[in-house]
């Protein structure tokens, strides 16, 4: 299972308390980040994750481009939607892309939780 995890710089923290709290379901998958998030993940919560760029230099566009080749199974990107980004185009791409390869993407803390509890759950069936 191959996860990518994303956070915009106001939603780390909730990434890592996400993450933390499917540690060691998420401790099974292979773990792929934007630069900046994937730092606290392995520092903060321990996980194995595979750091790209930042997202602002193109990390979003390199998990789209694994995305679209068959190498991601779910993206749980936490968006910031008060905050514009410089790098919007990327962002737009990245989840355009989840869906036009009907890739699930939870943009949101709730949508996130949801998501991973269903696929850490069919995972080890
Ligand atoms: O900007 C991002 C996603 O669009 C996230 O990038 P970082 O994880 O490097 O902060």
Same mark, same amino acid.
């Given at each position: 299972?191959?996860?990518?995890?994303? #956070?915009? &710089?106001?939603?780390?923290? @909730?990434?890592? #308390?996400? =993450? /933390?709290?499917?540690?060691? =379901?998420?401790? /099974?998958?292979?773990?792929? =980040?934007?630069?900046?998030?994937?730092?606290?993940?392995?520092?903060?919560?321990? *996980? /194995?994750?595979?750091?790209?760029?930042?997202?602002?230099? +193109?990390? @979003?566009?390199?998990?789209? #481009?694994?995305?679209?080749?068959? +190498?991601? &199974? =779910?993206?749980?990107?936490?968006?910031?939607?008060?905050?514009?980004?410089?790098?919007?185009?990327?962002?737009?791409?990245?989840?355009?892309?989840? @869906?036009? !390869?009907?890739?699930?993407? #939870?943009?949101?803390?709730?949508?996130?939780? *949801? *998501? *991973?509890?269903?696929?850490?759950? &069919? !995972?080890?069936?």
């Amino acid at each position: 299972m191959n996860i990518a995890l994303i #956070a915009h &710089d106001r939603k780390k923290d @909730d990434m890592v #308390a996400l =993450a /933390s709290g499917f540690a060691t =379901a998420l401790s /099974s998958c292979t773990l792929m =980040a934007t630069g900046t998030t994937g730092g606290r993940l392995r520092n903060e919560v321990g *996980l /194995s994750v595979e750091c790209l760029l930042s997202g602002p230099l +193109g990390g @979003d566009l390199q998990i789209g #481009a694994r995305l679209a080749e068959g +190498g991601v &199974d =779910a993206v749980i990107f936490l968006r910031d939607p008060m905050t514009p980004q410089p790098h919007e185009p990327d962002i737009n791409a990245l989840v355009r892309a989840c @869906d036009v !390869h009907n890739i699930p993407c #939870a943009t949101n803390v709730s949508s996130a939780r *949801l *998501l *991973l509890t269903q696929l850490l759950r &069919d !995972h080890e069936d």
